[in-house]
């Protein structure tokens, strides 16, 4: 299958410090590209949708300012956590796919804010 | 939000036995999916079934779909040990421009050797 690439796999960050995530599709052209946070034990929170070139699709509740994401290319989104606190510690999964087939997932990045 | 509600939340069962899940949602959907999830890694996908099907096998597995019902459920034949792991649906809307992917709430199936 397709392989999605995640970078960094886990990150500690001080409080107030902002944190950068990538996520590329290493042998397709993804389209459409979700960003899922997750809690222990906790299903998979959508948190927003980008496409490429145009501007990211945030579920209700995700705050545009803090979860920066950018989507410059059909193989890469980041997601860049401005002012990182304490709270925002949790497991980021980006997700890659084109209309109609399964999503492809990357491994995750376990951020943890001290 | 979540999209999906699953059942049971959790699930223990003797190796060898089946497992079924059941997954349902709220909105018209294009295709759903189901996906595993060991502890604290990344996703694998299972099947993916389309909107337009009832049924799908892959090798141990199968899936059912009910779109009037808004409903699926995850059938695991013959369990074995290394099935331990949470279960997923996911559903997927392709409306050009507002594509969305949404899990549901999981289930966490144990299987006892």
């Known amino acids: 299958g397709a392989v999605v690439s995640q970078h960094p796999s886990w990150v500690i960050c001080k409080s107030g410090t902002s944190v950068k995530i990538e996520c590329r599709s290493l042998d397709f052209q993804a389209t459409t590209m979700f960003w899922y946070r997750q809690f222990p034990k906790q299903s998979l929170m959508l948190m927003a949708t980008s496409n490429e070139g145009s501007k990211a699709t945030y579920e209700q509740g995700v705050e545009k300012d803090k979860f920066l994401i950018n989507h410059a290319s059909l193989t890469l989104s980041t997601l860049t956590v401005t002012s990182a606190h304490p709270e925002d510690s949790s497991f980021y999964i980006c997700?890659?796919?084109?209309?109609?087939?399964?999503?492809?997932f990357g491994q995750g990045t376990r951020l943890t804010v001290v | 939000s979540q999209q999906g509600e699953e059942d049971p939340q959790a699930l223990s069962i003797q190796e060898g036995e089946n497992a079924t899940m059941n997954c349902s949602y709220k909105?018209?959907?294009?295709?759903l999916q189901w996906y595993r999830q060991n502890s604290g890694r990344g996703l694998v996908h299972l099947i993916l079934?389309?909107?337009?099907?009832r049924e799908k096998h892959s090798g141990r597995l199968r899936v059912t779909l009910d779109t009037s019902k808004k409903s699926s459920s995850l059938l695991i034949t013959a369990s074995r040990a290394a099935d331990t792991a949470s279960y997923f649906c996911a559903t997927a809307l392709l409306n050009f421009g507002n594509e969305k992917l949404t899990f549901g709430t999981g289930t966490r199936l144990t299987i006892i050797p």
């Open positions: 079934i389309r909107s337009n099907e």
């Open positions: 997700s890659a796919w084109t209309l109609n087939t399964e999503a492809f």
């Open positions: 909105t018209s959907i294009n295709n």
